[in-house]
């Protein structure tokens, strides 16, 4: 099991992928919070301007 995830590993680090150095990846559910709020917050300013 080791050596096929330093086999993986290696195969990533001559592709160029280095894993450590990738931005980590946002919660889910922070984004469909702040997906819902954006909504809302459309959904007021649409009824503002009428």
Known sequence: MFS???GDLNKK???GVR???????????KVQRKLS???KKLI???KKRK
């Open 37 to 39: 709020s954006d909504a």
């Open 4 to 6: 096929n995830k330093m």
């Open 19 to 29: 894993p450590e150095a990738l931005p980590p990846a946002d919660d889910v559910k």
């Open 44 to 46: 007021k300013t649409a």
């Open 13 to 15: 680090l001559e592709r």
